[in-house]
């Protein structure tokens, strides 16, 4: 098959597009072909390198992917069979996982992080993973789902308990997890503000539902929060930017407020003023991935129509260090896809 794989860790170079073996599958195991596969920022971190995992190289990198059943060794889905494939894989036998809380399994993992993933024409995933696509739904599209809204559905409605009429700030509103966080948090009656780095990525933010909208480049966004909620503040912050906002996404939480966080893409220290912290009675949230029965629950309303991935671009598997460029220079909002 043709995959893109690096063989050693740097720049959006080392990502090549060669020839490779087709992947065999065990017992419990799918072959699946793959017709899209969407970028995460994970793809950018393991790509270059990280400090306390080792990535077996070389390496096929993609988390989100839709395609077709190839073949099942296992009974329950025939070949033909359109899917897009749930990302986390867990041993499935453990507390954590038996209790419905598999992104908590000691064996947990990302499709395509240490194991081969969806930059090819075929990957394998454990049975478990298969989710069925009815054929109103696209391959872009579903690519572009699992990932970021099974994150955005764990930090908003498992983690943080998002009430009806409550205020939710999405930061970095053209991200995967800021495009998805602004949809789930609407679904669930809360009012959203969201900030961005440009007037057109304030306009998407705004047509995917966003009541008022920040540009992070031209205001202070704390300023500004407690300008529109009468000093109040919010009760949600959706964070993964990290050090470059952390503060000012604390100053923005109304009293009992909860900030959520799923990364630290600009770094990973942050203070905290502990007298704020216990005066104010906030919670500090960690939130990594999703369940599997959460990307379930918010495939309904995928399915349903009420969620709606934005692909920012879909791009041949073949340009996929141009797509990774695109990704790391922050131009995109929504996601970007790769066809193969
Ligand atoms: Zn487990």
Redesign the pocket.
């Known amino acids: 098959m043709h995959a893109i794989r690096f063989h050693g860790h740097g720049g959006p170079e080392v990502l090549r597009y060669e020839e490779v073996p087709d992947p065999g599958i065990g017992p419990g195991e799918a072959l699946v072909r793959v017709r899209a596969c969407a970028l995460n920022h994970l793809d950018l971190h393991q790509r270059r390198g990280l400090q306390r995992v080792t990535i077996p190289l070389p390496h096929i990198p993609g988390s989100d992917v839709a395609g077709e059943v190839v073949a099942a060794a296992g009974d329950g889905m025939e070949a033909g069979q359109r899917v897009m494939l749930q990302p986390g894989l867990?041993?499935?036998?453990?507390?954590?996982?038996?209790s419905g809380r598999?992104n908590e399994?000691?064996?947990?993992d990302i499709l395509g992080y240490r194991s081969d993933g969806g930059y090819a024409e075929l990957v394998k995933v454990p049975l478990q993973n298969l989710i069925p696509l009815p054929p109103s739904i696209g391959f872009i599209e579903a690519a572009a789902f699992p990932l970021t809204f099974v994150t955005a559905w764990h930090m908003l409605v498992t983690r943080a308990r998002v009430q009806p009429g409550e205020d939710v700030l999405v930061l970095a509103a053209g991200s995967g997890v800021g495009q998805a966080a602004i949809q789930v948090a609407k679904l669930h009656g809360a009012r959203v503000f969201a900030t961005a780095g440009s007037s057109r990525k304030l306009d998407l933010a705004r047509q995917l539902g966003a009541h008022e909208v920040i540009n992070h480049h031209e205001q202070d966004f704390a300023d500004e929060i407690r300008r529109l909620t009468n000093r109040r503040g919010v009760d949600v912050v959706i964070e993964h930017v990290g050090e470059a906002t952390w503060s000012a996404s604390m100053r923005c939480l109304a009293a009992g407020g909860r900030l959520v966080t799923c990364g630290a893409t600009t770094g990973p220290s942050a203070a905290i003023d502990l007298r704020f912290l216990f005066s104010r009675q906030l919670s500090v949230l960690g939130s990594y991935m999703g369940t599997k029965g959460e990307l379930l629950a918010a495939t309904r309303f995928f399915v349903g129509g009420s969620l709606k991935p934005v692909v920012d671009a879909a791009v041949p598997l073949a340009q996929a260090a141009e797509a990774h460029r695109r990704l790391e220079e922050g131009r995109q909002f929504g996601k970007i896809v790769l066809e193969c």
Do not use: V
Not at 90 to 98: I, N, P, V
Not at 105 to 108: A, D, I, M, Q, S
């Open positions: 867990s041993c499935g036998r453990c507390a954590a996982c038996l598999d399994c000691p064996r947990y």
